[in-house]
């Protein structure tokens, strides 16, 4: 399929023509060609380390091309930091935000643009009015650090909107919002789009990109593989294109010997753990994928939380955990970890991995916190080089070399060294939660075969997700959680997402 054409008598608001960006020799990028229209969402896919980041980086300033050219309404643009682009009208929403925490609302809209004597009430009416005028339900004077996700995305894009942005390029916006704020969002974007502003929406989620956007761009290996409108293509095509092989979406279907035997290895009974967890009761057996869905807020990360000692439940009337019939109760991570527990966080940035450290080092570091790595005097680069290389080849992390530091990895990637960093620790309890955000298809296929074969090899796996189509084809189990509670249970042969999703919201 070749290049869509631009429509007629409308020309690019942005223009990138043979964009290639070199890393010691190796490109990020080569030689794309990539436009945008005013009105027009584009959508940019691919898998992590495909390009995506490195081309909008590119766009906003704060990647210098070496070779390729950048026109802005058909001027030629060369940009030296993200002030320049943004003088020029092109802002980037990231998909963690660049707000000032410790500021107002009001100060981060206007913040690089304030006049030089500005009275605090005068700032906050003209944010008030700006907010207004976009139907954002946010108090200018609210501080930042104060806001969920959702609100924070509000103030990025009202800040966009107060600098006269012609171009906004949001970097996976929905990657931490439930999906009401899904929706308010995508009302946002058809709001600026209506505006005629030239929004460009970069995703892992391919049903989004297909239902948002105009046209989308794949990239695959540093080059452009095909841009077309979204109405000639699908999931099927976009995954083929992305991998350059078809994916195998056939449900997991392995029925589990453990429960037949009738004794959990894990079982949590009427657990209540301050506001989120009110009465919390399930079981997981072994060899058995335990999905358990539910809204943001549902409780299903504060119950992991407690089982893996991160979160205390109530001292009294707090319910009980068992682990193999022994009733267990744990003050800090370690203990958890002794008796064989791994939980996979969330949020692999924040509390998944060090950054500064490299692959070897990061594993290493979940086997040292084992009984086996803390009877170990000394800290030996031989055995964690050997520790590491076999994780790594299990977990098929790519990276240019083992040293890279784990900031530098794809996202998919990244988050295999957190699951690695866990299984290392050889659990027979493990806790996924939301093992897939943020992570490319192809990734994703292949830390679903990894869960399987961890059910394969005798162990309980628990996997919390927001994405349903995830739940519904790994699964032995389904559970939906709903304000704190176990509120259903699914035969994932029988369970749809929609009789999922009626049972986390009614």
């Not at 279907?253 to 959990?264: C, D, H, L, V, Y």
């Not at 295999?416 to 093992?435: C, F, G, T």
């Amino acid at each position: 399929m070749s290049d869509v054409p631009i429509p007629k008598n409308q020309a690019p608001r942005l223009q990138v023509t043979g964009a290639t960006k070199l890393y010691g020799g190796t490109p990020a990028i080569q030689d794309i060609d990539f436009t945008v229209c005013a009105g027009e969402v584009h959508a940019l896919v691919g898998e992590n380390g495909a390009g995506k980041s490195t081309l909008t980086k590119a766009i906003a300033g704060a990647v210098q091309l070496t070779s390729g050219e950048i026109r802005l309404d058909g001027e030629v643009c060369r940009f030296k930091s993200p002030a320049d682009a943004l003088r020029r009208g092109i802002v980037m929403v990231y998909q963690e935000d660049s707000l000032v925490p410790t500021m107002t609302v009001a100060q981060n809209v206007q913040l690089g643009r304030e006049k030089f004597m500005s009275r605090l009430r005068t700032l906050n009416i003209s944010a008030q009015q700006l907010l207004q005028s976009m139907n954002f339900n946010v108090e200018p004077t609210d501080v930042v650090a104060t806001l969920g996700t959702a609100k924070r995305q509000m103030v990025e894009i009202a800040r966009a909107v107060y600098y006269q942005a012609q171009v906004i390029i949001f970097d996976e916006p929905t990657a931490s919002l439930t999906p009401e704020e899904m929706q308010h969002l995508f009302l946002l974007i058809e709001d600026l789009r209506r505006r005629g502003l030239a929004i460009v929406f970069i995703s892992h989620a391919l049903e989004e990109a297909l239902t948002l956007a105009d046209r989308i761009t794949v990239l695959r290996d540093a080059k452009k593989v095909i841009s077309a409108p979204a109405s000639e293509l699908d999931r099927d095509k976009l995954v083929h294109h992305m991998v350059g092989r078809q994916l195998s979406t056939d449900r997991h279907r392995t029925r589990t010997p453990g429960r037949a035997k009738g004794q959990p290895v894990l079982r949590v009974q009427n657990v209540i753990a301050g506001t989120m967890v009110k009465n919390m009761s399930f079981s997981v057996f072994a060899g058995e994928v335990l999905g358990i869905a539910g809204l943001v807020g549902s409780g299903r990360t504060e119950v992991a939380q407690v089982i893996a000692g991160i979160r205390k439940r109530n001292f009294l009337q707090g319910g009980a955990i068992y682990l193999d019939g022994r009733p267990v109760r744990y003050r800090v991570p370690a203990q958890a970890i002794r008796d064989g527990i791994a939980y996979v966080t969330e949020d692999r940035k924040v509390a998944g991995f060090f950054e500064t450290m490299n692959v070897d080092e990061n594993i290493y570091l979940g086997w040292l916190s084992t009984l086996g790595g803390r009877r170990r005097l000394g800290y030996s680069r031989r055995h964690r080089d050997q520790v590491s290389a076999e994780w790594i080849k299990k977990t098929r992390i790519t990276a240019i070399n083992r040293h890279s530091k784990v900031i530098e990895l794809s996202g998919g990637n990244q988050q295999k060294v957190v699951v690695a960093k866990s299984l290392v620790q050889e659990p027979r309890l493990i806790i996924l939660d939301e093992p897939t955000r943020g992570v490319d298809v192809g990734s994703i296929a292949e830390i679903h075969e990894l869960i399987r074969s961890l059910a394969r090899d005798g162990k309980a796996v628990v996997v919390i997700s927001s994405y349903l189509p995830e739940i519904l084809s790994i699964s032995d189990r389904i559970l939906v959680a709903r304000g704190g509670q176990i509120v259903a249970e699914f035969d994932p042969d029988e369970a749809t997402q929609e009789k999922i999703m009626y049972a986390a919201v009614h």
